[in-house]
């Protein structure tokens, strides 16, 4: 995590690779001086929220497991 002058966030950049595929997204997060998060870009995919994640592995053919 990296400190940004131009928008006073701190930033990091990470490379996601799917459960199911090799398809990647790169994202950037943004996040406060407190360190909560305050915003993503995704270029390649889409944030979701844990519920929703959990939802989709439950319905998942092939089972994933939930780490």
């Given at each position: ?29 943004r ?27 439950a ?9």
């Open positions: 995590m990296n400190w940004d002058d131009e928008t006073n966030t701190f930033v990091t950049r990470k490379s996601i690779i799917g459960p199911e595929t090799f398809a990647r997204a790169d994202a950037v997060f996040f406060d001086s407190a360190k909560k998060l305050i915003g993503a870009e995704i270029d390649g995919g889409e944030s979701v929220t844990e519920e929703d994640w959990r939802q989709y592995v319905s998942s053919p092939k089972g994933a497991a939930i780490p």
